[in-house]
């Protein structure tokens, strides 16, 4: 099992900036793909970025030149560095990992953008 603890989400004004951190814990080895979502009231959770082990990344068209994802094999850790945030960004975003074919989830961390 893996488990995921997100931090970082607050109530910021629109053109700040916040970084999301994501920890995995418990059977750690072989994590392959890492990846944020969000989720906004009434909407569907939609990808927002991954990395893959390696470093490469992806992102959504949304957050392009906005948004930078990064991780931290040894400790296990990815991140969201979010700039120029708009009230649109509001969500819930999750971290996700895949291990052995399953996905894992975190609990979720509240992102709010307004003045």
């Known amino acids: 099992q893996v488990r995921l603890v997100e931090s970082g989400g607050s109530l910021v004004e629109p053109g700040g900036s916040l970084r999301l951190s994501c920890a995995a814990t418990g059977k750690t080895f072989n994590i392959g793909l890492m990846a944020w979502y969000r989720q906004a009231p009434g909407k569907q959770r939609d990808l927002v970025a991954l990395?893959?082990?390696?470093?490469?990344?992806n992102y959504a068209d949304s957050v392009k030149g906005r948004f930078i994802i990064s991780r931290d094999n040894a400790k296990n850790t990815v991140h969201l560095q979010m700039n120029s945030l708009q009230p649109e960004d509001t969500a819930v975003y999750y971290c996700s990992a895949q291990r052995g074919g399953t996905t894992y989830w975190g609990q979720g961390t509240q992102v709010t953008v307004s003045s």
């Open positions: 990395i893959t082990y390696g470093g490469a990344t």
